[in-house]
Structures are given as C-alpha cells and as structure tokens.
C-alpha cells in the first residue's frame, strides 16, 4: 500500500477542530504526517471525528437481539435473562460464532467503533469438552474481526466457578469453564495466532468465577503489562452475596486484593460506595461503562459525576449489543445521571463546554488505554482510524464541529455516520460496510439454523 493523503474539511484533532487538514497515512495504517491549512491530498467532506473503541463485547449476545425482551411467567431480572443468554450460547457451532461475531464487528464499524475489546468465554464444545484446538473459538472471533477489518483486543476469559468462593459451575455454564493450564493453553494458542493490529490480554470473568489463587496464578503467568479485564458490582445481589462471602462489597475485594492499576479495566463497576469510587478512580483504572446494557438488564445507575470528580476513567462498550452505538451508549450514560440528578449536562467539562465533546473524549482516552490500541486522537503515529459524519443528514443540518458532535450523540445516532477508515482501510462507504453482502449472509444462514 502507498502513502495516501486525505484532506478533511472539519476534523477534530487533539487541540481542537481544524479545517483543511491533510493526513498522511503510511503502509501500516499509521498516521506519519499531519498538516493543517493544506490544498493535498483526496478531499473527504463531512465532520471527522477519531474511531471509538468499543471496550466490552460478548459477540454471541447479537443473537439476542429482540428476543429477551418478553415478559416471563415470574419477576424477571439480570439472572432470569442470564438463564436465556446462556441457552443461546449453547447452541453455537465455531461457524456460527464466526459469523455472528463478523455481523457484530461490522455493525461496529458502521457505527463509528473502529476497535473492540471481545471478553471470550465460550471456549468449549456444547458438551463442555475442549475442541480440538483448545482455543478454537477465540480463534473464530480474531477470524471474524479480520473479515469485517476491525482491530480486537481478545479477552480470553478465566472462568472456573458459579459463585463466590469457588462454588461449582452450573450446568448452563459448561461451555465457559477451565482451570488455570486449561485457560493458558488457549492464552498461548491466541498468542501465537496473534497479527496486525490486535492485541492480547486476560478476563476474569468476575469475582464470582474465579478464586484469589487461580487468578494469581494466570496474572503471574501471564506477561505483566497486558489489559486485565472483569466483571465486578454489576448487580445487588453480586454486592450482597460478597459480602456474606468475604465481608467486603465487590469493588473493595477487588481493590485490596488484587494490584489493580492502569492496565485494568472494572467492567460495570455500577454498585460503589463514596470511598470505593474514590479508590477506584485512584487506581487509574478504566471503568468499562455499557450503559444500554445495564439499562437493558435493569444493573442500575453508576456514580459517573462522583467517579469523574475523583478523576476516574471510562470507556464504553456494546456489551450484549442490545443496541451497537457509540452515541446511543454516550447519552445513556449522559441521561442515567440527568434522571438521577435533576440536571442537564451533567458530564460536560465545564462552563460553555459540549456535553458531547466531553464524554466523546473521555470515551475516546480511556477505551484506547483499556484496550491498549494505538487509536483514540487523530495524531502522528496513531493507527488512522477515522469516523465521517454525513453533514446532509438532516440532524447534521447547519450543525458544525461540538454542535454535529451533540447532535449525533443525542439526536441522529448511527444514521449519522457516513464512511469509517479503520487502520488506514475504507470500510464503511456511505454507511455500508465494504463487506456486508458476504457478512451478511452468513450471519442469516447462522440464524436460520437456530431458529
Ligand atoms: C456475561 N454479561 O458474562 O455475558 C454477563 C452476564 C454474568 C453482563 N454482565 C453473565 N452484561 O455476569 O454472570
Ligand atoms: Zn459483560
């Protein structure tokens, strides 16, 4: 691939909006030159925007989509869905993962999320014997990233117990579960399989399926430096049954067990306390928000403004993908705390500043270092991930720079978002992702043998 050069009209730089600025990008999709006020290069038109990651999915949770959403004969909650989820997950041939996960990834791209953090759990057979290949399904979720060109971060999941204290595994969970040599087997498969933009690190799962011994054993085996991520405080009844376990609520076990640092993220982390909230924010961890989610499974709401005063980081994910948007889980976020509080922009950085700018750089800042991917700024040396908002949608009308920015966030959503480069490539053309007939056909194909 030769050097290319793209001028945007509008583009949002780490020092604010510029126009006519031209960005070079090398063979390796990497930004190597940046130069405002400039004639050169292919004009793209439009407002231009860095590609957000996507911190927190489960790609067989797309199948779910509109089926989750009836009423069942008793209460329904978080663990009655949990109990559906896991019937899905069941069902799904290597083949199927693949396809499904593709469909996810490239539902992603066509909605401005340029990487994705897969926190894998489904690793063996329907039986709950290994395949073949131990790592055979994380294998199908990098396969599936590579069809639809988004760069992963794979989250192998630790999971070797049903609940706190190293309780047995249940029946629906048969698929998920391996000790410590079974699980870093698969690390070692993955990371011999590693390639191109993708990155490796650990999840386990939550403090409910995994004990202090077998996670230090995977972090002391396992290189120190790589994203380490976890459930944790997601539920009340998680909070309640922790501490008739240990005494302590979720996020303090955590944070008084474990060396969680920068290279951790708190998946949820919505049930804090003011002082867990202020150790978590000082731990310079990631708190990995999925706001359409939690609302979806009724988690509850997290302590934003309290964890951003502490100066705490988050990112955000698609989780289950009820919804696959960056804007739609940005307003969320936005509007639990607006519901919560009684106020309005309640995010924003401060006087006259954009509620959306705000929470879309903030998202930006801490999903890149959750995933460790080269993204989040528009900057030399940076992977060339670039999202183009469609300045003739008609919530874009007349709107330019912070104000296209809000309007997408809590307006037009994703039918906002024209083209999306990610690593430098093309993948998404006025709204279509390069690959969709090809994805797309599988991913019916896979549905239809399920239904
Ligand atoms: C998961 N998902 O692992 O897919 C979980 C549900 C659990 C979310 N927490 C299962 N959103 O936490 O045990
Ligand atoms: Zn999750």
């Known amino acids: 691939m030769e050097q290319r050069k793209l001028r945007f009209d509008s583009v949002l730089l780490p020092t604010g909006w510029a126009r006519d600025v031209c960005v070079s990008i090398d063979e390796g999709g990497l930004i190597s030159n940046i130069q405002t006020s400039s ?4 004009r793209i038109s439009g407002i231009t925007v860095p590609g957000m990651a996507n911190l927190h999915s489960h790609a067989h949770q797309r199948l779910m989509q509109g089926l989750a959403e009836r009423a069942g004969p008793g209460a329904d909650s978080f663990w009655t869905w949990r109990e559906v989820m896991y019937g899905f997950a069941l069902k799904l041939s290597p083949e199927d993962l693949e396809a499904v996960a593709a469909q996810a990834y490239a539902e992603m791209l066509c909605s401005g999320f340029t990487s994705v953090g897969e926190f894998q759990y489904l690793h063996h057979q329907p039986g709950g014997s290994p395949y073949e290949n131990r790592a055979e399904m994380s294998l199908r979720c990098l396969a599936a990233a590579d069809s639809a060109g988004i760069a992963t971060t794979l989250l192998p999941v630790l999971y070797s117990h049903g609940g706190f204290g190293g309780a047995a595994p249940n029946q629906g969970q048969r698929r998920f579960i391996n000790d410590v040599d ?45 994203p380490v991520h976890i459930h944790v405080a997601e539920q009340t009844k998680e909070v309640e049954d922790c501490l ?35 150790v978590l924010a000082a731990s310079g961890a990631v708190a990995g928000l999925c706001p359409t989610t939690e609302a979806n499974l009724g988690d509850g709401i997290f302590p934003a403004i309290e964890f951003i005063n502490a100066g705490g980081k988050f990112g955000i994910g698609s989780d289950s993908h009820i919804t696959i948007s960056p804007a739609e889980d940005l307003r969320m976020l936005e509007y639990s705390q607006r519901l919560k509080h ?32 080269n993204m989040g700024a528009i900057e030399i040396g940076g992977r060339a991930d670039f999202v183009v908002l469609n300045d003739d949608h008609h919530a874009l009308l007349g709107r330019a720079e912070d104000a296209a920015l ?21 993948q998404v053309k006025d709204g279509l992702h390069v690959n969709a007939t090809t994805i797309k056909n599988n991913f019916k194909k896979t549905i239809e043998r399920l239904a």
């Open 406 to 426: 809000d309007a997408w966030i809590f307006s037009g959503g994703n039918a906002c978002v024209r083209d999306v480069y990610a690593g430098g490539k093309l």
């Open 39 to 42: 004639k050169d290069g292919e």
């Open 244 to 278: 008739a376990w240990s005494k302590q609520r979720p996020v303090e076990y955590l944070l008084s067990h474990f060396n969680v640092n920068k290279n951790w993220c708190a998946i949820h982390a919505t049930h804090m306390l003011e002082h867990e909230v202020r």
């Open 342 to 373: 009684h106020t309005r922009n309640a995010l924003a950085d401060g006087a006259g500043l954009s509620t959306g700018r705000s929470i879309f750089e903030r998202a930006l800042k801490g999903g890149a270092q959750a995933l460790q991917q």
């Open 182 to 226: 079974g699980f870093l087997d698969i690390y070692e498969i993955i990371n011999d399989a590693l390639h191109g933009h993708h990155q490796l690190g650990i999840a386990p799962h939550s403090l409910r399926a995994v004990t202090k011994t077998g996670l230090d054993a995977v972090l002391e085996s396992t290189p120190q430096g790589q």
